[in-house]
């Protein structure tokens, strides 16, 4: 029976694949997420427009840092996206201390964008997200041209 339920999901979900030449930025935008949490680098995604369910491909691992945290992007981050939302994200991860915690869902309620750990939560800056990071220097890839 669940062998059965999982294949129809699988079929449904390969059915929708990307069809649009939407990119995956776009994508996001669309749902009223800002594009910067993406980072560059992109190389294909699959979206079911009816449940949401999505999966973003990267050709590698993905590190950067946000404000005093470090984020990490595994080559393939799926999850569910719908207005202003992603949950039961899969793929992402931030470190707390010595450990690698998943972040489980993404919430923008169009001032700040809140990043979900299990019970807890950070909120940042919209505008912090408006452009893509780049993997390894992230945000601030400029500044550091800048200054060297
Ligand atoms: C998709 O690409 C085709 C050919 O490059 C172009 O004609 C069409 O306008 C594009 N569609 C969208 C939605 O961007
Ligand atoms: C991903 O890897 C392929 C094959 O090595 C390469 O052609 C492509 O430029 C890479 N894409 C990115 C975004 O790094
Ligand atoms: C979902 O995707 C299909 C195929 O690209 C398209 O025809 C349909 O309009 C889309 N539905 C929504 C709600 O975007």
């Not at 929708?16 to 949490?37: E, F, M």
């Not at 990490?72 to 992603?86: A, H, L």
Request: charged share 20%.
């Amino acid at each position: 029976m669940s062998i059965f339920v999982l294949s129809l999901f699988v079929f449904a979900t390969s059915f929708y694949a990307s069809c649009t030449n939407l990119t995956a930025y776009d994508v996001v935008q669309k749902y009223k997420l800002p594009r910067g949490i993406l980072p560059e680098g992109v190389i294909d995604y699959k979206l079911n427009n009816k449940t949401g369910f999505f999966k973003v491909y990267f050709n590698n691992t993905c590190r950067f840092p946000i404000e005093e945290y470090k984020v990490k992007f595994q080559p393939i981050v799926s999850g569910f996206i719908k207005n202003g939302r992603i949950s039961r994200l899969m793929g992402v991860s931030v470190k707390v201390l010595y450990f690698w915690l998943s972040i489980g869902e993404v919430t923008s309620d169009g001032q700040e964008l809140e990043l979900s750990v299990g019970a807890a939560s950070e909120e940042f800056s919209l505008h912090r997200f408006a452009t893509s990071p780049q993997c390894g220097c992230g945000f601030y890839c400029r500044e550091l041209t800048f200054s060297s």
